[in-house]
């Protein structure tokens, strides 16, 4: 297993399925999943996938710039760091963002979010 292929495949389908169906986002996470969105934390799956769900825009695409990883505990798991830009639907600039993942993994072969730390990059 490559762990920067890994981390390249897993930032292309989270931020695909965050810019077409947010909702989907649910299985990527678990009960134990910590995302910290802008400064607030939100605990498990369904938590997560409402916070998601609920931000305030309905299209939204993401341009990652760099993504950065690191191999992370004895159980297998990894640290993603993305930088880009993101772009709403109407609004003429850009907003650049950072995000964390902190990845592990499944029995069945994947990996899952155990943590996702997320902030705008104000200028």
Request: some cysteine.
């Amino acid at each position: 297993m490559d762990p920067d292929a890994v981390a390249k495949a897993f930032v292309d389908h989270y931020y695909r399925t965050f810019d077409s169906n947010r909702a989907a986002l649910v299985s990527l996470y678990q009960d134990g999943s910590m995302l910290t969105f802008e400064g607030g934390k939100i605990q498990g799956a369904q938590a997560i996938a409402a916070k998601l769900t609920s931000l305030p825009f309905e299209q939204c695409l993401h341009a990652v710039s760099t993504v950065d990883c690191q191999p992370s505990g004895p159980q297998g798991g990894m640290l993603v760091f993305v930088s880009g830009q993101l772009r709403l639907a109407g609004e003429e600039h850009a907003l650049k963002f950072s995000q964390m993942f902190h990845l592990m993994p499944t029995p069945q072969g994947s990996f899952y979010v155990q943590n996702d730390i997320f902030r705008l990059n104000y200028a």
